[in-house]
């Protein structure tokens, strides 16, 4: 398989795996790919509870309860 990253995202996965956080930048992939697959069910688990997309309000809340730091705008996107 072939995957071409913006070059901002190789560089980090790459200063990633030099600091010994992952041992290769196709385990670095492999995991970011694995979490957004557990947020993805995580949010369609919500949106079948909610009946759609759950309000970002109570997501927000969510997150300051459990600690958990937002999501990364996706890249050329503005904050």
């Not at 196709?26 to 009946?51: K, P």
């Not at 309000?55 to 937002?70: C, G, K, N, T, W």
Request: zero cysteines.
């Amino acid at each position: 398989m072939t995957v071409t990253l913006p070059a901002e995202l190789v560089a980090v996965a790459r200063n990633a795996v030099r600091a010994g956080h992952s041992p290769s930048l196709s385990a670095y992939v492999a995991e970011a790919v694995a979490a957004r697959q557990t947020r993805d069910r995580s949010l369609a688990t919500l949106a079948d509870l909610y009946g759609g997309p759950p309000p970002p309000d109570e997501l927000d809340a969510a997150r300051r309860s459990l600690r958990v730091v937002p999501p990364p705008a996706p890249v050329g996107s503005p904050r």
